[in-house]
Nanobody, 115 residues
């Protein structure tokens, strides 16, 4: 059974930082491109950042310079380090595993940026 379990969300003040983690099980983690998506209320889900099996990263323009994605294949974990958080970063953040034939999603973790 494939599971992607996100953690690390919460309430943070503007300008603060959070680190999200996503632990994968049931897949050959190193063979999957991984990504973080987010969905704010009444908005479409959007890609925040991604990392390939080879470690190449990309990020949405809205988070470049503030968010960093990384992975630890030994721990089957992908991270999203978020800094200089803004209220508009408030959303449910989802982990995504994208293989050649399969795509898996986590259940999400809430991030709320508010004073």
């Amino acid at each position: 059974q494939v599971q992607l379990v996100e953690s690390g969300g919460g309430l943070v003040q503007p300008g603060g930082s959070l680190r999200l983690s996503c632990v994968a099980s049931g897949i050959s983690f190193s063979r999957y491109n991984m990504g973080w998506y987010r969905q704010a209320p009444e908005k479409q889900r959007e890609l925040v950042a991604s990392i390939t099996t080879g470690g190449r990263t990309s990020a949405a323009e809205s988070v470049k310079g503030r968010f960093t994605i990384s992975r630890d294949n030994a721990k089957n974990t992908v991270y999203l380090q978020m800094s200089s958080l803004k209220p508009e970063d408030t959303a449910v953040y989802y982990c995504n595993a994208n293989g050649m034939y399969r795509i898996y999603w986590g259940r999400g973790t809430q991030v709320t940026v508010s004073s």
